[in-house]
């Protein structure tokens, strides 16, 4: 039996050096883009979690309409909710896309607030991670956790620590709705809809 709907998170290290900053600020006009390994599929996590790939691919796909919109942005830090608030957004995901099991993706950090502050702390050496953040619910099998059907990708967010919590319990589904309707558009709904019957 399938948990209820959670909004669940992940954490991977970013690889950034000195060098690499250095590199990508002559190659994309004083910008920081960070690029590697940004969520796995079919891999037990630090969490307990294990996102089966049909899943994580056909999220991976519904993001590919926020990245191409410019609207794929994250937030320093994870937030207790489903919705992005724009105050504390500090990058956008300029490309995601898989590769076997691995999701790859490419991030600007942006020159925002919150973006100073990732830049800062990247510039002096921290360590920082990227975290996704979605809804879903899953199902124990052996143990582990399984992320089911119902997941939705919603960001990636710039994090410190593998420790973070991965998921809370929402109070009630008509809050979880309620979020969601703030994030997601019609058409976002729409493409959603399509992508499935393109699957089928």
Known sequence: MADQLQVLREWTPIQCSKEMIKESRENYDGKIMLSGIIQRADTLNQNGRVYPRVILEREIMNYQKLIQENRALGECDHPDSSVIELKNASHIVREAYMKGNDVYGRIEILDTPSGKIIQSLIESGVTLGISSRGVGSTVSKSGNQYVQEDFQLICFDMVSEPSTPGAFMLK?????????????????????MFNEILRW
Do not use: W
């Not at 009630?172 to 994030?183: N, P």
């Open 172 to 192: 009630e589904h008509k809050v979880f709705k309620q979020d969601l309707d703030k994030f997601f558009n019609q058409t976002d709904k729409i493409d959603r």
